[in-house]
């Protein structure tokens, strides 16, 4: 029975991880200006929005225009469909099978592609899902090259104007390109601005998103949003999250940031964050 607690219940998982294992994230530095660049500006959420109490650990968000509805996926391999609002789920999915403890982090981001939206995570591979008969169903898989096999990927994006897309783990600070077959294409790595205080690679990626020709990049430490452009990897803009916390990933939906925070099995659940981007 005890076995049972700690392999399919969310306090065995914390046990598991954050206890025993000592993996949890506690010791994350959120504060933008400890970061390896000072910001160009900083900014605080414009609106919050509280997340029903079903929904735990959100480790990826989606927009979806064409149902005006927001997707959100968990740690747990969760999937809900909210209201524009936050504040309905109309449907929720489970993404993997099996115990918890082996679900547990293995489903990251996830991405809009034409009438279907693909997930990406510790599973090698990408999945595909779309609506069948109103309900959430998976479609296929696209399968990245075999030095893949073993990616961690943290957060993913699809380039509106070539249709690639863009993967990113937290254990590097560059992002992979894949045509839509998942062959890859190129690297981009951002390079240091001269007044960068230390490297880059301090950054942990947790979220990848388009909007008007540009890539915006967040970081789970230092609760940091980066604009890039697609061509250079050149840093446009660097922003710091005033009131961030833990970022686990994003959505820019009319220059808007809509911004998913992770948190531990005891913490207060800090909901979605939206923070207006301004323009250029």
């Known amino acids: 029975m005890m076995t049972l607690g700690l392999v399919n219940t969310r306090f065995g998982v914390f046990l598991v991880f954050d206890v025993f294992g000592d993996i949890g994230d506690a010791n994350v530095q959120t504060s933008p200006h400890d970061g390896p660049l000072d910001p160009d ?3 605080r959420s414009a609106a919050t929005y509280p997340l029903p109490d079903v929904i735990e650990q959100p480790s990826g968000i989606e927009y979806l225009a064409d149902r005006a509805s927001f997707v959100i996926n968990t740690d747990q391999a969760e999937l809900f469909e909210l209201s524009s609002e936050f504040d309905s789920i109309s449907s929720k999915t489970q993404l993997m099978g099996g115990p918890l403890l082996f679900r547990q982090g293995s489903i ?4 809009a592609i034409e009438d279907s939206i693909l997930f990406a995570g510790e599973i090698g591979h990408l999945k595909e899902w779309a609506i069948v008969n109103d ?16 990616a961690e990927w943290s957060a993913i994006a699809r380039n509106p104007e ?20 998942g062959a890859f294409v190129r690297s981009l790595i951002p390079e240091a601005p001269e007044n960068s205080k230390r490297s880059l690679s301090e950054f942990m990626i947790s979220g990848l998103d388009f909007e008007d020709g540009h890539l915006y990049v967040v970081t789970e430490n230092f ?26 990933d994003l959505v820019v939906v009319n220059n808007k940031a809509y911004v998913t925070i992770d948190h531990n099995l005891f913490d207060e659940r800090p909901g979605v964050r939206v923070y207006e981007l301004g323009t250029d």
Do not use: C, H, N
Request: charged share 30%; proline share 1%; net charge negative.
């Open 41 to 43: 500006r900083m900014i």
């Open 108 to 111: 990251e981001g996830v991405v």
């Open 135 to 150: 309900a959430w169903s998976s479609k296929s898989e696209i399968m990245l090259p075999g030095e893949y096999d073993d």
């Open 162 to 181: 070539t249709g690639e897309l863009y993967l990113a783990s937290d254990e590097q600070f560059q992002i992979d390109i894949f045509d839509a077959s």
């Open 223 to 248: 609760a940091t949003l980066l604009k890039l452009d697609t061509d250079s990897a050149a840093i446009k803009e660097f922003i710091g999250l005033e009131d961030a916390g833990e970022v686990s």
